[in-house]
């Protein structure tokens, strides 16, 4: 089975603690491909300092020389209205015209467009996606929206501190119900023993890196560097374009 990871969050900006994540959730849940995908306008938290494209560019900067990340923009851009079909024109392709999306972006409305994506380029294959997420992350899963829905379309890889135990009593009743009835062990996952393409929940230990976008982007206010928390194509896209300032 294909098992595609999606890491979503702003990337405000992207940084080695984003991209170790990433590295962790293929290596150890054995992923094809590890999608990240920074959002637009976020739901649950405000709004990115810095704009859309250019945090778009900073994770593609970030991730050029990976060939198992793939990142995807649906969260940035979407097609110009009444101008969604691609035509062809003296053997030349035009692409539709795409915009930046101005309304607040959905976990359940990017899973269903990335899942229908994912069959029809791998329409051949059966495959999963896994929604990787960090353990606090995940301990707020049912504010969000048609949360429980998720699990029709998706695994959730919960990245856990090393020696952090994710007990229930820090979960609400439902969630803690959801989280006894899809709690899967990793190897089973990793060894390919799960068929089902989606609702199951997989722990699995990440690297440890004490680094945050709150952190660097106060950094730079600071006029402080950032040299080596974050990609060095990155850390020079932020200066020549004076971001974070």
Not at 51 to 68: F, I
Request: aromatic residues 12%; proline residues 4%.
């Amino acid at each position: 089975m294909l098992s595609f990871g999606i890491l979503g969050g702003t990337f405000d900006p992207v940084h080695f603690g984003h991209l170790r994540l990433a590295e962790d959730a293929y290596e150890a849940l054995n992923l094809t491909k590890v999608i990240l995908l920074p959002v637009g306008h976020p739901a649950h938290r405000k709004n990115p300092v810095v704009d859309a494209e250019s945090r778009l560019k900073m994770v593609q900067l970030a991730t050029g020389s990976n060939p198992y990340f793939i990142v995807d923009d649906s969260e940035i851009y979407q097609p110009q209205k009444n101008n969604t079909d691609i035509f062809h024109h003296n053997n030349k392709v035009f692409l539709p015209t795409r915009e930046i999306v101005k309304h607040t972006n959905y976990t359940i409305d990017s899973i269903k467009l990335l899942g229908h994506r994912i069959k029809e380029k791998y329409s051949k294959h059966f495959c999963s996606l896994v929604w990787i997420i960090g353990a606090d992350a995940f301990l707020n899963l049912d504010t969000w929206h048609d949360w429980k829905e998720l699990f029709n379309y998706c695994h959730f890889a919960v990245a856990m501190r090393p020696n952090y135990d994710l007990a229930l009593t820090k979960m609400s009743t439902e969630l803690g119900q959801q989280w006894c009835h899809r709690l899967t062990h990793l190897q089973d996952f990793k060894t390919g023993k799960i068929k089902e393409t989606s609702g199951k929940i997989i722990p699995f230990t990440m690297t440890q890196l004490d680094i945050s976008a709150t952190n660097i982007r106060e950094r730079l206010k600071n006029n402080l560097s950032i040299r080596y928390l974050t990609p060095e194509s990155v850390y020079i896209y932020i200066n020549n374009n004076g971001l974070y300032k």
